[in-house]
């Protein structure tokens, strides 16, 4: 006889989970009791939504679900920014909640909230345990949902009185992902349509990717001599150094790349879901119907057709379309996209912009000095334009950032991959207001010794709002403005390394003295507020 948390955690060790995040609530005590002595890392965070936000990186950097913990009524709705991130990003993942004694139910008790009304539109599935021994059914079709079509964030509600009831339930396997199988048929096809284009052109994002399929993408895309655009901050799918790599189809595009998109006369889509930031706010094509002849290939059949209606629409992952793809082409010899990676690299010129710190400059810098196995990751600001057009990826998922936009990623994203990858140098990318959104979690990084460094933007403003202000209503700033602390001093406190940064040209012996700290390490870097965007002249 087990009780119901312990035989809850039991589930997760069957299903390979090797790390939950939470913060602790007393709505689940026995499942907190399960992991006692499990073998199962508890990560435990400063506030929930950076704790979601962990389980959602590290689903995003594995390919299996994340999983966190929190309780009930506030922990929950703290949690939903991390649940938002996992449905836009269609990252695997699983987060339980505590919930009120199921005799309590109906009458808004204590912190009582109905999960499945609250968290429907953000997730694949939301569910509460009725019974104890339903525990294995529940958490093995949660992993299921999670990892099959399109990837998403699933919801399990917990009730007290389920998780301290005893039971003799035998577990449930491991689940066995479904498989989704593409012909050569159907390959062959595709093959054709594209040797047949004059002006082809690739678009590759959405998530079910691994290592080996971005080596069969650059292994396709160079036999058939296609250029390959990546979706929104799916920048490090394909080698930046690859013949064939010609930019991001994402915010602040290359206007000569947004062009070439529109003259192809065929496209082929990977997995990305031609949303709003792959489209340029659904402009850069017709809809229903696109001038383009459009092969679009997804793991979920409800996306095929869904803006844009495709002339070939194949539901599979695109990773496994890929693997044949490679192999069949493997014998064709056609010229890289020559015109297109010169305007790539002419988009990455310098263009100078105002302040003592450049970060055009830090982030060439940056990306000149870096390991190629260092993991990038970033929340959401206009400091990201300067990284999305001057740095260049060169490994896979070493780009870690929230296609849903959401202020506050990087830091918590950075806590998960040190964690998943100790070994790797771990940099997070983030704004001044981006930071502070989830800025007590660099206490969960020096809790556990996770040495990453953290670079700030801090120009005490709201950038992206303050430029879009500065569009629509001209010398009129309103609520965009901050008082920021001394980053620097924030870090020490937490027994970290900080330093300020002044001039660009201090900054290389800056990020050596953070490494060589062997600390967590926060550099805040002292931006100017006229420096809105990559664009902007001096």
């Known amino acids: 006889m087990r009780h119901g948390g312990q035989i809850l955690i039991d589930q997760l060790k069957i299903q390979g989970v090797e790390r939950v995040f939470c913060i602790p609530g007393e709505s689940y005590l026995p499942a907190l009791d399960g992991l006692y002595g499990s073998g199962i890392e508890t990560v435990v965070g400063r506030q929930e939504g950076g704790v979601a936000m962990m389980a959602e990186a590290s689903g995003k950097l594995t390919g299996r679900p994340g999983v966190a913990f929190v309780t009930r009524g506030p922990g929950a709705t703290n949690a939903s920014a991390g649940i938002h991130i996992a449905f836009q990003d269609s990252t695997p993942m699983v987060l339980f909640i505590g919930q009120v004694d199921s005799s309590q139910r109906d009458r808004e008790a204590f912190q009582e909230v109905d999960y499945k009304k609250m968290f429907t539109p953000l997730a694949k599935w939301v569910a509460e345990i009725d019974k104890t021994e339903r525990i294995p059914e529940y ?26 009831a005893k039971s003799n339930v035998i577990d449930a396997p491991k689940i066995k992902p479904l498989r989704q199988m ?68 994402g915010i602040g595009i290359n206007p000569e790349l947004l062009k070439r998109i529109k003259m192809a006369d065929c496209i082929l889509v990977l997995n990305a879901r031609l949303g709003e930031m792959t489209t340029g706010g659904y402009s850069m094509f017709d809809i229903p119907k696109t001038k383009q002849y459009l092969i679009h290939i997804h793991p979920d059949p409800n996306e095929l057709g869904s803006v844009y209606q495709p002339d070939i629409g194949l539901v599979c992952n695109s990773a496994d379309f890929i693997q044949k793809a490679a192999e069949i082409s493997k014998d064709s010899q056609r010229k890289p996209p020559i015109k297109e990676r010169k305007s790539y690299e002419a988009w990455q010129k310098i263009i100078t912009t105002p302040g003592d710190v450049k970060m055009e400059i830090v982030i060439k810098e940056l990306s ?45 994203a950075a806590v998960a991959a ?113 420096a809105i965007t990559p664009q902007t002249l001096e």
């Not at 399109?150 to 998780?163: A, F, K, M, N, Q």
């Not at 012909?183 to 691994?210: C, H, M, Q, R, Y």
């Not at 990546?230 to 799918?237: G, M």
């Open 368 to 412: 000149e000095t870096i390991s190629e196995k260092t993991i990038i990751t970033n929340g959401a600001g206009n400091y990201n334009g300067w990284l999305h057009r001057y740095f260049k990826y060169r490994g896979w998922r070493t780009q870690v950032g929230s296609t849903s936009g959401s202020m506050g990623y990087g830091l918590p």
């Open 418 to 530: 040190k964690l998943m990858y100790p070994n790797n140098e771990v940099i997070c990318l983030s704004g001044d207001g981006c930071f502070q959104m989830t800025m007590q979690e660099f206490g969960t990084a020096c809790q556990y010794g996770l040495n990453i460094i953290v670079i700030i933007s801090n120009n005490s403003i709201y950038g992206t709002i303050r430029m879009h202000q500065e569009r629509e209503f001209p010398g009129r700033p309103s609520g965009t403005s901050m008082l920021n602390p001394n980053f620097a001093d924030l870090a020490k406190s937490y027994g970290g390394y900080g330093e300020v940064v002044l001039k660009t040209n201090q900054f290389l012996n800056a990020l050596e003295r953070a490494r060589e700290a062997n600390k967590p390490a926060i550099l805040d870097l002292r931006t100017d507020p006229k």
């Open 139 to 164: 958490v093995s079709r949660a992993f299921s949902v999670a990892v099959s079509g399109r990837p998403g964030p699933v919801i399990l509600s917990l009730p007290e009185d389920i998780l301290f």
């Open 182 to 249: 593409v012909s050569e048929i159907d390959v062959k096809e595709i093959i054709t349509k594209l040797k047949n284009a004059s002006n082809p052109f690739i678009i590759v994002g959405g998530s079910g990717w691994s290592l080996e399929a971005s080596k069969n993408l650059g292994k396709f895309a160079k036999s058939l001599g296609i250029p390959v655009g990546t979706s929104f901050r799916c920048q490090d799918y394909l080698n930046n150094y690859h013949p064939n790599y010609v930019g991001d189809v």
